[in-house]
Every structure is written in C-alpha cells, then in structure tokens.
C-alpha cells in the first residue's frame, strides 16, 4: 500500500519560506492516474486545498495562494515539494500531502505542523 | 474560489439517519460529478469514504452513501454508531481545474 510521508521546517519566520517534502513509498509519483496535492488546516479549523502538481510537472494552485505558492515534483527522488513564500502567521497550520486521484484525496500523509512565529 | 457551504454541526442518536449538505455551484458541484467526502477524526488525518458523488472506497462502510442534486451534495450517514462522531468535508473539482472544500460539519453521536 502506498504511503505519503511529509517533512519539512516545523518552524519558520514571518516573512521567510516554507518548504515541505513529501516521500511517496511504494509506489510511483510518474504514474500518470495520479496528481499530488498539498492541503492545510489551520488549527481548529477546516481544510483548505493548496495545489497540485501532476506526473508532467503541471500545476494548479488556490487562487487565494496563487502568488506565493510553488509545488514540484523530483522524479529522481520519488517525492514532491511545496514551497509558501512570505509567510505569516495565518499560515500557520497542519500541512498534509495527498494523492489526487479522479479529484478525490484518496491516500494522506499523516500531516506536519509548522507554526510561523519568530 | 469560495468554499462550499456545509452546516456546523449535525447531531443523532444512535441507530438513527443524518445527512449532511454540501452546497456549491454550477461550476464546481453542479458542474462535475467529482464531489468527494473525508472523515476526519481528532488529531488524525482526514479519511476518503466517498468519491465520484457516491462510490465508497474498498473498506468504507455501507452505512455511508452519497448523492446530489442540482448545486448541492449530500452524504448520508444510516444507523448511526459511536465512531461516527467526527468532522466531514466534501470537497468538489471546479471550473479552473482546482479543487475547493467545504467548511466542515462536526457530527455529534448523542
């Protein structure tokens, strides 16, 4: 069974980048009935879907983090990246990397806090 | 994009029925038929349990099941049962190609 496994800074300043990776172990992030997605919730809040980024390199990102969102995907090392620029502290959160697939999530990682604070 | 509309909160005893909306648009869950549903409980991530408006994943109960109309969505949770009480979000593919949720529905077993 495939698995998604996040790492990243779990603290970062106001006004620097935040940068996520996530592991996909057992299975293939080139395999093309997939997309691999990033998804946050703040704390004691709902979910709100960040963006993804498909086998080919193609992206899609919320609207509202359009501008300072960047997703990729390192085929060589079977993982896929996030990086939220100026950050602050609403972006303060729990981020979960997922599998997009037929636009369902259908396999999570089991999520990483990062807290923005100096 | 705005997030889809769901209820606070949706309560039941146990054995009964409740259903949950999900309201959104013509161009994301009236648009499409990929409106999905998470089950999320405390301190743990979220779990698919519908998909494609009303297909259950392998190993996800029959108790859940799911349905739409028009610009609104709904999952339905039959014979309600002390584990079910947790937070559910819909999620739909939009016009854009991106992907919105629901602001989440806590589900209380009382």
């Known amino acids: 069974q495939l698995q998604l496994q996040e790492s990243g800074s779990g603290l970062v300043k106001p006004s620097q980048t935040l940068s996520l990776t996530c592991a996909v172990v057992?299975?293939?992030?080139?395999?093309?009935?997939?997309?691999w997605t990033w998804i946050r919730q703040p704390p004691g809040k709902g979910l709100q879907w960040i963006g993804y980024?498909?086998?080919?390199?193609?992206?899609h990102y919320n609207p509202s983090l359009e501008s300072r969102v960047t997703t990729s995907v390192d085929r060589s090392k079977n993982q896929f990246s996030l990086n939220l620029f100026s950050v602050t502290a609403a972006d303060t959160a729990v981020y979960y990397c997922?599998?997009?697939?037929?636009?369902?999530?259908?396999?999570w990682g089991q999520g990483t806090m990062v807290t923005v604070s100096s | 994009q705005s997030a889809l509309t769901q209820p606070a909160s949706v309560s039941g005893s146990p054995g009964q029925s409740i259903t949950i909306s999900c309201s959104g648009t013509?161009?994301?869950?009236?648009?499409?038929?990929?409106v999905s549903w998470y089950q999320q409980h405390p301190g743990k991530a979220p779990k698919l349990i519908i998909y494609?408006?009303?297909l259950r994943p392998s190993g996800v109960s029959n108790r859940f099941s799911g349905s739409k109309s028009g610009n609104t969505a709904s999952l339905t949770i039959s014979g309600l049962q002390a584990e079910d009480e947790a937070d559910y979000y819909c999620?739909?593919?939009?016009?854009?190609?991106?992907?919105?949720f629901g602001g989440g529905t806590k589900v209380t077993v009382l």
């Open positions: 997922a599998r997009d697939w037929r636009s369902a999530f259908d396999i």
């Open positions: 057992g299975g293939s992030v080139s395999n093309d009935a997939y997309s």
């Open positions: 980024v498909d086998h080919s390199g193609s992206t």
């Open positions: 013509s161009s994301d869950v009236g648009g499409y038929n990929f």
């Open positions: 494609d408006v009303s």
């Open positions: 999620s739909s593919y939009t016009r854009t190609s991106t992907r919105v």
